[in-house]
């Protein structure tokens, strides 16, 4: 997808179609109300009969407009001027590129980067675009054997009044088309089956993206995490025939290669039965969906690849596929971690706290920055926060404002809970160091504060994204690509 900006006078420009922000209170902005006086005021003349009503994500397409050389206005409502807030600009692009994919149109145009269209500069608004046009043009037919028409749509102008602003729209489409990237990787990822998408499979797929984007690549195989001691990740996968992995992905940005790394950890069961502490049959076929984590982990690591930021990542995953057979992980089994601290397992179906313990206690080679770890931990976290916002957790404050507000630039928001002292004793156990639960209450922050004694060593954050990372049917969602993308641009010098 191509993403130009043209600074020139939009009645004349040469498109299939331009998508023409329209506010309530009738003010244009300042390309919409050229377009408008090109057109013999057509698009004043349609509020003022009520023929369209710019309602927030209201859509009408314009088939001819007199005296433009484009073939058709998409007219998207925006809402009350005062009103129209990142979530309302997300939600406008959204509603225009489901209607304009399915227009047959090759080249289209946006007049959604003035000043007075929303929130944010020029830079933040091209890249909402652009992210926005590729999640839109996302489709997952893999395994359908009547595929969907191709999408026509190739390129799409970003229509700039200021042509002293062209140079942020530029830049903003760059870091759009990146992150959408990602997060289509991260969406791809999370959709396929538990049959296909294994650990092998991901070790697979993280070598072609080191391959693709110049990362050093490391895969660790069971006999290489038996050696290093490696024993939450093994037990968790012991009861599969598919074998665990430890992923390694390492990108070297900085001028110095040996500063200090920023690292994601992310977990990747690839499937998750509950093992022997089963769970229903309702929804299991969206426990493939529990390698969310690591999804969001390589499709930020594509994201980062093109965007080449001026710092080092590292990226860590624990794969393994959680199922009960004769050799699985039983309740009240013991293990010892990577860390050498043993844990009651009194329940196997709290695997993914097991598996990134052990990433965490690796991550402590790289004596890193910060760590992120990404997880679709608990239910615990959906009854919270719901489908909306991610949990975040961390042990430094510090940490944990930057990736808050990471998660509002990107408008993939997430929510801070507590990681209180007084927590961390529900996890007492009579015979090992700690237990892999902490009972009912709390269930998401007993989780952190399990993998809280993993992380001590450095600053730490915890996302708990199993409210976020999928949407039921629809598919993964690939957040939250986005939030990680911008905390580490947000790291990078400038």
């Not at 690549?217 to 490696?230: F, P, Q, S, W």
């Not at 969906?289 to 930021?309: E, N, Q, R, W, Y």
Request: hydrophobic residues 45%; proline residues 5%; charged residues 20%.
């Amino acid at each position: 997808m191509e993403f130009p900006v043209l600074t020139a006078n939009p009645a004349r420009s040469e498109t299939d179609c331009i998508i023409v922000p329209v506010f309530k209170d009738g003010d244009l902005p300042p390309a919409s109300e050229r377009l408008d006086d090109a057109s013999e005021r057509l698009i004043t003349q349609l509020m003022e009969r009520g023929d369209f009503d710019p309602a927030t994500a209201n859509t009408q397409l314009v088939p001819f407009a007199p005296g433009l050389n484009t073939a058709r206005l998409l007219l998207v409502g925006c809402g009350e001027t005062g009103e129209f807030n990142e979530g309302a600009f997300r939600k406008v692009l959204d509603a225009a590129f489901g209607v304009l994919l399915a227009l047959p149109v090759e080249n289209a145009a946006i007049a959604m980067l003035d000043r007075e269209n929303g929130p944010h500069d020029v830079v933040w608004k091209a890249r909402m675009i652009a992210e926005a046009t590729l999640r839109a043009t996302y489709r997952f037919d893999r395994f359908k054997s009547k595929k969907r028409p191709p999408i026509a749509l190739t390129r799409l102008s970003l229509m700039v009044s200021d042509a002293n602003e062209a140079a942020g729209a530029e830049a903003g489409a760059r870091i759009g088309a990146g992150i959408g990237a990602g997060i289509n990787l991260a969406r791809e990822l999370g959709n396929l089956p538990g049959n296909v998408c294994t650990p092998r499979y991901l070790a697979d797929e993280a070598e072609k993206l080191g391959a693709e984007g110049g990362l050093k690549v490391t895969i660790h195989d069971e006999k290489a995490l038996e050696a290093m001691g490696a024993g939450a990740i093994l037990a968790v996968g012991q009861g599969s025939t598919e074998p665990s992995r430890l992923i390694v992905m390492e990108y070297k940005g900085a001028d110095d290669p040996e500063e200090a790394p920023h690292v994601l950890v992310g977990k990747g069961i690839t499937f998750d039965s509950g093992g022997i502490s089963l769970k229903g049959g309702a929804n299991m076929d969206e426990m493939k969906f529990d390698m969310g984590g690591a999804a969001s982990v390589m499709g930020t690591m594509k994201a980062i690849t093109a965007l080449k930021p001026n710092i080092n990542v590292v990226a860590i995953i624990a794969s393994a596929e959680n199922m009960p057979d004769a050799s699985a992980l039983k309740p009240g089994d013991i293990i010892t971690t990577l860390k050498g601290l043993t844990v009651e397992v009194l329940n196997t179906d709290a695997e993914g706290r097991l598996v990134l313990c052990d990433a965490l206690t690796y991550a402590e080679r790289y004596q890193p920055a910060s760590v992120v770890d990404i997880a679709t931990l608990t239910g615990a976290c959906i009854v919270a926060l719901g489908h909306q916002t991610s949990a975040l957790l961390s042990n430094n404050d510090a940490l944990a404002q930057q990736l808050l507000e990471a998660g509002n630039i990107a408008w993939d928001r997430a929510w801070q809970l507590p990681l209180w002292e007084e927590y961390q004793s529900q996890l007492d156990s009579e015979y090992a160091d700690m237990a892999n639960i902490g009972g009912r209450p709390a269930g998401t922050i007993t989780a952190a504060c399990f993998l809280s004694r993993f992380a001590k060593s450095y600053p730490w954050a915890h996302l708990d994204v199993a409210g976020t990372a999928w949407d039921g049917k629809k598919g993964g969602t690939g957040r939250p690509v986005g939030l990680l993308s911008e905390y580490l641009l947000s790291r990078a010098p400038h």
